[in-house]
């Protein structure tokens, strides 16, 4: 055996493949190094998704020729003027991103400083291949060709084109949320991906990089906790996604991708969201220097937290404490293609009753529901639409949907949707307040199951007591129920048994009822008065109404679809044409 020094060219490549696995990992590095530099405006010009070329030009503080040339030595950086990492302020620091990525591509810098002539120098694959002088106005330029294209092996891992571009405009999209202050444009095979510029405020910039109608349909997030702050905008539960790509963190300006913090923010909306949709948000946490270690992952796409329960603290609070701010407050306004659904809703056929004045229309013509609008006399007493936001009920569409009319607007509201959510409020209260008050049966019931079914029964009585619900074992098969939770009202007993013998054979056993309230509130909601379909007088709607007004999260059911929608007047004078 013989150990040997490897040269040069060989560990940076060994080091390229910790940091560049992808065009979007040579892209971060080449932007942040722009960030680092104190550029105001960044732009990037890429081809086929970044495996053909990557250009980021910027307007920084550029370098020198000697310091050009450093830049590509390993180990070479600008960025720890003293011996101590704790106290990093620049994205980068570790002096390895440009020699790794020289060594496995063509790359060439190209900068100026301001009031110096500019220079240009090659790598090729980690060996010099040109340097000269060159014309550019200050700042630098790197030019990224052909990455792997001598490193067969991680060529094979490249994706498609597309999928690389896709991840070069979130990594550019991250950084660029991150700075606000500094303008960005993107641009691929000649279309232009990304244009943001310089100085937005940090929701205008979030706003332009995610979704337009966040702005609308969010909440801005500003809390304190210990040393940490915690900033940015929250997207209401109702405005959600199938995916969990539109949550961006970032610590101290750093975007990262941390399991730590993606759990926070999945436990903050855990019982207003369904398990498979995600919030959209982003996250700005700001903590002293050494609170965080940075240096954990060669990418910097991770970080370590001294106090990562006081972090998790932070995130869970903070959302939280808004989220509960916001109330009854859902994504309110019906999809701008909800709405053209409307508008493009043929004549309806002469047989179909029209509705008299007084009474409301059917509203969705697939319903099976015959039209049992009623004309029930808006009581006198009914109060003032414009004291209440969800406004005075006004009818009832196919025994699902309440009609309100509220100051600015029509308001439907799904009651059972809208039910199930204050069952799991009241329910939450009343546990936290010493227990759910109980209604007992005139008669019990007894419900039979088979005997597993009643065996996980029996091993939750306790808590399912807790609840409001008082069974008893009755016999090997068999279940009895002698009270119901009294907020229930009187509901379908052996119906509500069975589905929780059901919701139990899911359970992991570990759990908690406690953990899984939600599920537990929603399968009881399901069974008591106010199902879809029942006919409801005008007073209990109202009185729906108002309670959904003072319980928070009542925008939004247990699954997180919203529990109402509302059609401004704006919106229903469009509908006629009006505007
Ligand atoms: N766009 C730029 N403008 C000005 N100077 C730059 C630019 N890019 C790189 N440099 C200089 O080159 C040095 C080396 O860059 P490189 O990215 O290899 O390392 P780093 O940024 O210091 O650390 P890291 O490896 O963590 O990114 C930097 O420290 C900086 O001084
Ligand atoms: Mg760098």
């Known amino acids: 055996m013989s150990i040997r020094r490897l040269p040069e060219h060989l560990v940076n490549r060994i080091a390229a493949g910790e940091v560049v696995e992808r065009p979007a990992n040579a892209l971060k590095e080449l932007v942040e190094n722009a960030i680092d530099a104190g550029a105001t405006r960044i732009s990037i010009v890429l081809s086929q998704g970044g ?35 704790g106290e990093v302020s620049t994205l980068g620091f570790r002096g390895e991103a440009l020699p790794s990525i020289a060594s496995v591509a063509r790359l060439t810098i190209e900068s100026r400083v301001r009031g110096a002539d500019g220079w240009s120098r ?163 946490i700001e903590v002293p220097p050494d609170e965080v270690d940075v240096n954990v992952h060669p990418a910097k796409t991770e970080v370590r937290f001294r106090d990562p329960g006081g972090i998790r603290g932070l995130i869970v609070g903070g959302l939280r404490h808004a989220l509960d701010e916001a109330g009854h ?95 799991l409020e009241r329910m939450r209260r009343a546990m936290a307040n010493g227990g759910v008050a109980t209604q007992a049966l005139l008669l019990p019931e007894v419900v039979e199951l088979d005997e597993p079914a009643c065996d996980r029964i029996e091993a939750r009585i306790g808590e399912l007591a807790e609840m409001g619900l008082e069974l008893e074992r009755f016999g090997p098969r068999a279940i009895l129920v002698r009270a119901t939770p009294a907020m229930l009202g009187a509901g379908d007993v052996k119906g509500l048994v069975t589905d929780l013998a059901d919701e139990l054979a899911a359970f992991d056993g570990a759990l908690s009822l406690k953990e899984k309230l939600d599920l537990v509130a929603a399968t009881m909601a399901c069974h008591g008065s106010v199902r879809a379909g029942r006919i409801l007088s005008v007073a209990e709607m109202n009185a729906l109404l108002r309670e959904m007004e003072v319980t928070p999260h009542s925008g939004q059911c247990n699954h997180g679809r919203p529990t109402w929608v509302k059609l401004a007047h704006g919106d229903i004078e469009k509908l006629f044409g009006r505007k």
């Open 329 to 423: 407050r859902s994504a309110q306004r019906p999809s701008a293609s909800a709405l053209g659904n409307w508008q493009s809703q043929p004549v309806r056929s002469p047989s179909f009753p029209l509705p008299t004045p007084g009474q409301s229309a059917v509203w969705d013509r697939h319903e099976p529901y015959a039209p049992q609008a009623r004309a029930e006399a808006a009581v006198a007493e009914v109060p003032q639409a414009q004291s209440f936001p969800l406004g005075v009920a006004r009818g009832q569409v196919a025994a699902t949907y309440i009609v309100a009319e509220a100051e600015d607007g029509l308001v439907l509201v799904d009651q059972h949707a809208a039910h199930e959510r204050l069952v």
């Open 51 to 85: 495996i053909g070329r990557i250009e980021v030009a910027d307007d920084g503080s550029g370098m020198a020729p000697d310091e050009i040339a450093l830049a590509l030595e390993r180990h070479a950086t600008s960025k720890l003027p003293g011996d101590e990492i």
């Open 122 to 284: 090659t790598l090729d694959n980690g060996r010099l291949d040109g340097e000269g002088p060159a014309a550019l106005p200050p700042g630098t330029r790197v030019t990224v060709e052909d990455l792997f294209g001598r490193v067969p092996a991680r060529r094979k891992f490249l994706r498609s084109e597309r999928s690389e571009y896709a991840a070069c405009l979130d990594v550019v999209k991250r950084l660029a949320m991150a700075r606000p202050d500094i303008g960005f444009t993107l641009e691929h095979d000649g279309r232009r991906g990304l244009s943001v510029q310089p100085g937005d405020s940090r929701p205008a910039r979030v706003a332009a990089l995610t979704d337009r109608e966040l702005a609308e349909n969010s909440l801005g997030i500003d809390y304190v906790r210990g040393p940490a702050h915690l900033g940015g905008v929250a997207g209401l539960p109702t405005f959600n996604r199938g995916v969990a790509d539109h949550q961006y963190l970032f610590v101290n300006g750093r975007p990262v991708r941390d399991r730590l913090l993606i759990g926070a923010v999945r436990a903050a909306y855990q019982d207003l969201l369904a398990r498979d949709r995600h919030p959209v948000l982003a996250l700005f």
